[in-house]
């Protein structure tokens, strides 16, 4: 830590006190995934679904991160990971307000998750959005696997930058062989009992 900087500890609301006043527990579900394989999709149909159910949450996708908070970073492996911290950071804090956050951002490594974990402590919960590489250039929802596979992209993910999987998520959601509906509410479902006090 730098030095002269003195960070407050709050005596009053705790984030008990923020979940008791919501109703519900504050956790960060970090969705992590190929781009394309879903996990913005499935984000915004399960953030809709606990809002319905007066559940507080509190979605941030990689990409509007990174049009705002981390729009001075590249996709270089450092840069990634303070792409990372930063959303760690941010997830920390709405998560000690009670929220159930939804993070939505490709964190291609096991380090990278690592220390996604290590920042946001026991309400880590990982979510592996699973689809092969081949499945995710078929949908190519966003043009970028046309234009990385003709060498106009650099360090993309999966291709020329590695990807690893999770061999122990909180739940994996394998989106080339279930529909947005069942992957939605398959999550839906252990998230309720999760986030019960």
């Given at each position: 830590m730098q030095e002269n900087i003195f960070p407050i500890k709050h005596t009053l609301l705790q984030q008990l006190d923020k979940e008791k006043l919501n109703g519900h527990k504050g956790i960060v579900l970090w969705m992590f995934g190929l781009s394309g394989s879903g996990k913005t999709t499935i984000a915004r149909a399960l953030e809709n679904e606990l809002y319905s159910k007066g559940i507080h949450t509190k979605l941030l996708d990689g990409d509007n991160l990174r049009a705002g908070i981390t729009n001075n970073l590249t996709f270089s492996i450092e840069d990634r990971v303070e792409n990372i911290r930063r959303?760690?950071?941010?997830?920390?804090l709405f998560m000690e307000n009670g929220n159930v956050v939804i993070c939505s951002l490709v964190s291609p490594t096991k380090d990278i998750r690592k220390q996604a974990q290590e920042?946001?402590?026991k309400g880590f919960r990982e979510v592996f959005v699973n689809a092969p590489f081949e499945v995710c250039a078929e949908r190519d929802v966003k043009g970028l696997y046309k234009k990385?596979?003709?060498g106009e992209i650099k360090n993309f993910t999966g291709l020329d930058s590695p990807f690893e999987g999770s061999e122990n998520p909180f739940i994996e959601l394998r989106t080339h062989e279930k529909d947005l509906e069942t992957c939605k509410n398959e999550l839906l479902e252990i998230v309720l009992k999760e986030i019960q006090l």
């Open positions: 959303a760690s950071e941010v997830s920390k920042i946001i402590g990385a596979l003709a």
